[in-house]
């Protein structure tokens, strides 16, 4: 394993939110219910696959699966004073969401052999009632040049936290699901990524169509 990418500090701090702010929210507030931990590899690179109905869903899903998850944000994210370097601490890093963005790749790669998971949400952006619509494959591309196994997590009402243009996040019921690891593409022909794409957001639909 290399060495690690953020100073202990960073990964202090990673945890003393994930621990004040973070699972008092999912657990307490937004009345959280967590299924499949077992599923969770605790050591070794893994690329976590979601559905993406909330800004909120990084930090839920890093709760969830109970080890730091570092997740691509839209580049724009990164230009805002203050909540840039907020969401640094937490692991996240930029994306170019208008093609293939190589360095963003890089870095999913670095955290991974860090010793970190990497989240990638399969629609790339946020949808209104939290379906994956238009997969990319992002999360397959860095699965195969990793050798690491995905794990798909399922989200399940997130996408009402701000319902309606809620200023304020409601106190709705979550659920996240955690699916069984599936292996990494044998390679990074597009037809293989796409092939390991699929097999996840079916995977995903079905958590999904489980409910609460």
């Not at 839209?74 to 293939?100: D, H, M, S, T």
């Not at 990524?193 to 079905?206: G, K, S, Y």
């Amino acid at each position: 394993m290399g060495q690690s990418r953020e100073p202990k500090i960073s990964l202090a701090l990673y945890h003393l939110f994930k621990w004040s702010v973070v699972s008092p929210m999912l657990h307490g507030y937004l009345r959280g219910r967590v299924y499949g931990v077992e599923n969770v590899p605790q050591s070794g690179p893994v690329v976590v696959a979601s559905n993406h109905g909330s800004f909120f869903d990084p930090p839920i899903v890093a709760c969830a699966v109970r080890r730091p998850v570092a997740f691509m944000a839209k580049e724009e994210l990164f230009r805002i004073p203050v909540f840039n370097r907020a969401i640094e601490l937490y692991g996240a890093y930029p994306v170019k969401r208008q093609a293939v963005d190589r360095s963003a790749i890089r870095a999913a790669l670095q955290y991974l052999e860090d010793g970190w998971a990497t989240g990638v949400f399969l629609s790339g952006t946020r949808t209104e009632d939290g379906r994956i619509r238009n997969p990319k494959l992002g999360a397959a591309l860095i699965a195969a040049k990793a050798q690491a196994p995905v794990l798909p997590v399922s989200l399940w009402g997130t996408h009402r936290i701000f319902e309606n243009s809620s200023s304020l996040p409601k106190p709705v019921p979550v659920s996240v699901r955690i699916g069984e690891p599936i292996a990494p593409p044998a390679s990074t022909d597009r037809a293989d990524l796409q092939a390991l794409t699929q097999q996840c957001v079916d995977r995903l639909e079905q958590l999904q169509d489980l409910g609460r």
